[in-house]
């Protein structure tokens, strides 16, 4: 079985590596916000699993660790995301924009703050289902591998 720190370890790269894909498809310029954002919520999922069902007895992987869990609800939450950050990317332009018209330091700084933040959103809500994903393949290429349905 993947332990806690493969699964965190698993998940931090799922994460970064989905942001490098997204970013290398994107044209638009690096983010370290959107970067570190994917990094974390892409540790935090992976964990998830294991906390939904705890792996307190040999048989613990159920409903959420299964097959069809993986091949129905993470691909509609897969659409989800996507959409959810599109609306941040757009807020990041917002603000970006905003920010380079703005005369007043204060006020550039402001929307850069907030342009700042959209991308860490925008980099979080991305990491969150190849998080998970890294978490049930992981289990998935153990003997006990995972349930068709739990
Ligand atoms: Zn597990």
Not at 92 to 106: G, P, R, W
Not at 131 to 141: E, M, N, P
């Amino acid at each position: 079985m993947a332990n806690h720190k493969e699964h965190l370890l698993y998940g931090a790269a799922a994460g970064a590596a989905a942001y490098l894909i997204a970013y290398n498809l994107s044209g638009r310029e690096f983010s370290v916000a959107e970067f570190i954002g994917a990094t974390l919520s892409g540790m935090a999922t992976a964990k998830l699993p294991d906390l939904i069902e705890p792996a307190d007895h040999p048989n613990h992987r159920s409903t959420f660790h299964s097959v069809t869990f993986s091949t129905t609800a993470l691909p509609i939450a897969w659409q989800w995301t996507q959409s959810k950050r599109e609306e941040h990317l757009k807020l990041v332009d917002k603000y970006a924009e905003l920010a380079a018209q703005a005369v007043i330091e204060q006020e550039k700084q402001m929307w850069q703050q907030r342009a700042f933040w959209h991308k860490f959103v925008a980099g979080a809500i991305l990491g969150i289902v190849p998080g998970y994903a890294s978490h049930l393949l992981a289990d998935a290429l153990t003997p006990k591998s995972l349930p068709l349905l739990g």
